[in-house]
Nanobody
Framework: QVQLSESGGTLVQAGDSLRLSCAVS????????MAWFRQPPGKEREFVAA????????YYTEAVKGRFTISRDNSKSMVYLQMNGLKPEDTATYYC??????????????????WGQGTQVTVSS
């Protein structure tokens, strides 16, 4: 049974940094793309960042490029999202997800089958 569990979300001030963690079990992470999505209040879930299997390439949505960094430790079955220079518009529930689709679909929400329960990040101005 695949399980993903996010942690690290909290209330921070604009400009602060935060690192989210995702603990993965039930799959061999080296074979999976791993991604972070987020869902702002009242909006749809959106792509944030992805680490393509086995972990050498990364992809970001334009809004977080240069501020967020996705990383993974396949040996520990962990995925991380380092978020620097946080802005109020980064306020959202952040989700970790895994996928085995072709690289062309790595940003697509519907290509991910396993999801965590989410962790709330709130950025105050």
């Amino acid at each position: 049974q695949v399980q993903l569990s996010e942690s690290g979300g909290t209330l921070v001030q604009a400009g602060d940094s935060l690192r989210l963690s995702c603990a993965v079990s039930g799959l061999r992470m080296i074979n999976y793309h791993m991604a972070w999505f987020r869902q702002p209040p009242g909006k749809e879930r959106e792509f944030v960042a992805a680490s393509a299997r086995p972990g050498s390439s990364t992809y970001y949505t334009e809004a977080v490029k240069g501020r967020f960094t996705i990383s993974r430790d396949n040996s520990k079955s962990m995925v991380y999202l380092q978020m620097n220079g946080l802005k109020p518009e980064d306020t959202a529930t952040y989700y970790c997800a895994s996928s085995t689709v072709a690289l062309s679909g790595i940003r697509r929400l519907d290509m991910y089958r396993a999801w965590g329960q989410g962790t709330q990040v709130t950025v105050s101005s």
